[in-house]
């Protein structure tokens, strides 16, 4: 697969992209009985440095 011209997150424009899961967290509260929620994108994103950092997300395994 080729690598896009842009961060599929941020569209910052780079050539440091990275295939990831994008990771949706949803902290234990009392509102949602105590239940911390982690959820997975169905398919891969390409992601710059700066949001491999800054945002929840697990590699993709080669």
Do not use: Q
């Not at 910052?12 to 992209?17: A, V």
């Not at 509102?31 to 169905?42: L, R």
């Amino acid at each position: 697969m080729d690598t896009p011209a842009e961060c599929e997150s941020c569209a910052r424009p780079g050539t440091d992209l990275v295939r990831v899961i994008r990771v949706w967290v949803t902290p234990a509260t009392w509102e949602n009985d105590n239940t911390e929620k982690v959820s997975e994108a169905p398919s891969p994103e390409w992601w710059c440095f700066s949001c491999r950092t800054h945002y929840p997300h697990r590699p993709l395994e080669s």
